[in-house]
């Protein structure tokens, strides 16, 4: 499993949190297991492949972080997405916005412009063309209100790939 496995899991996670009434501990503890992701992995070949246990912390870490942070994570969306309530917003929007101004906060170890580039790819896979668009402007905006201005033109030149956490290919 790749981190950018790890982490779409940890936004189809942090998606459920906002229907569930579970907190982030208890949907862990459903939803990160061996026998759910058999289940899972039978229909959606992201879950085919159980966490290492490095990928298991990191989509814990994110799942928790976001879970505490949410209402912080939310008003940074709304400041940023000019013209827009919140509860206008997509869900899955939402879910992979929180993701990632979490790991851009709170992740110091995973660059600004991975974890960007990442959320646009996730957002590839479940929006309309529209979204993503909406998605890469409020991170970007956010990263260019928010982090001091040498770390925002470093997010710029930082290098696409984020392999740490990934078995080796063969």
Known sequence: MTRSNAREIAVHFVFELGFSGDTAQELLDRALTREAFALLGEEEELYAEFP?????NYISDLVRGVFDRGVELDR???KYAVGWKFKRIDRVAAAIMRVTMYEIL?????PTRVAINEAVEIAKKYGAE???????GILGSFVR???PQEEAAQ?????????????PRE
């Open 52 to 56: 290492n246990a490095k990928q298991y």
């Open 76 to 78: 940074y969306i709304e």
């Open 106 to 110: 709170y992740m110091p170890d995973i």
């Open 130 to 136: 529209e979204t993503v668009r909406f998605i890469n």
């Open 145 to 147: 209100g928010e982090l």
């Open 155 to 167: 997010s710029e030149t930082a290098p696409p790939e984020d392999t740490a956490g990934e078995e």
